[in-house]
């Protein structure tokens, strides 16, 4: 389908670990977006990338686009526990927009 | 300040009788969407509104309608709602369609009873 499936589904880390969540579509995309949703909370926009193997950082986080535009990921440095929450990569398709399956972060203090 | 509000915050209709949630913005953005989120999901797009122009997701029931009267307000009707139609429910918008950042309001926790 046209949904961009997310690995891991569920990722526990003591605090101060790294982790990185993938996104992987069957098609080639034409950007990828990321959102953040807390507990309880509502999807927070991240970042949006259009480039053939463009990378960002924000801070601990870092997110790369593909060379092929058929994947993405983020990685975030040293978690903390402001970092918990649901991390979903999203993408448009024409007139169509669908989240990834996300990926569920708990941070161990 | 709230720039995509929701209101309520928390709904709860019995079994077939329709309920309407209301969304409402202060970004002057173009177009405004719905996303249903049951639990432990991802949101899944209803529908959206570019100006006045109504774009209906292709297997989102009928039971599932949406006005925009103006270009600060969008209205979510369930004419009849099912406990499978327990869920939140998101409100969004952009300022262009589906390419743009999309800011998202807290949302209704709808229950069905």
């Known amino acids: 389908g046209q949904q961009v499936m997310q690995i891991p589904q569920y990722q526990h880390v003591q605090e101060g670990e790294d982790f990185t969540t993938y996104c992987n579509s069957s098609?080639?995309?034409?950007?990828i977006q990321w959102y953040k949703q807390r507990p309880g909370g509502h999807p927070v926009f991240l970042i949006q990338?259009?480039?053939?193997?463009e990378v960002k950082k924000q801070k601990r986080l870092t997110f790369q686009f593909g060379e092929a535009k058929k994947n993405s990921s983020l990685h975030i440095t040293a978690t903390q526990t402001t970092d918990v929450g649901t991390y979903f990569c999203a993408r448009n398709t024409g007139n169509q927009f669908y989240f990834g399956t996300g990926t569920s972060l708990t941070v161990i203090p | 300040d709230a720039m995509v509000i929701q209101n309520p915050r928390y709904q709860v209709t019995q079994f077939g009788k329709p309920v309407t949630l209301s969304c409402s913005q202060t970004?002057?953005?173009?177009?405004m969407y719905w996303y249903q989120q049951k639990s432990s999901q991802a949101p899944k797009l209803l529908f959206h509104y570019y100006d006045k122009d109504f774009n209906n997701e292709a297997d989102t029931p009928d039971n599932f309608q949406s006005r925009r009267p103006n270009t600060s307000f969008c209205f979510l009707d369930i004419r009849s709602p099912g406990l499978g139609d327990a869920a939140m429910y998101l409100c969004a918008t952009s300022n262009r369609v589906l390419v743009d950042t999309q800011y998202f309001g807290p949302g209704t926790r709808l229950t069905v009873l």
């Open positions: 970004l002057n953005h173009n177009v």
């Open positions: 098609t080639t995309l034409s950007n």
């Open positions: 990338l259009v480039k053939s193997g």
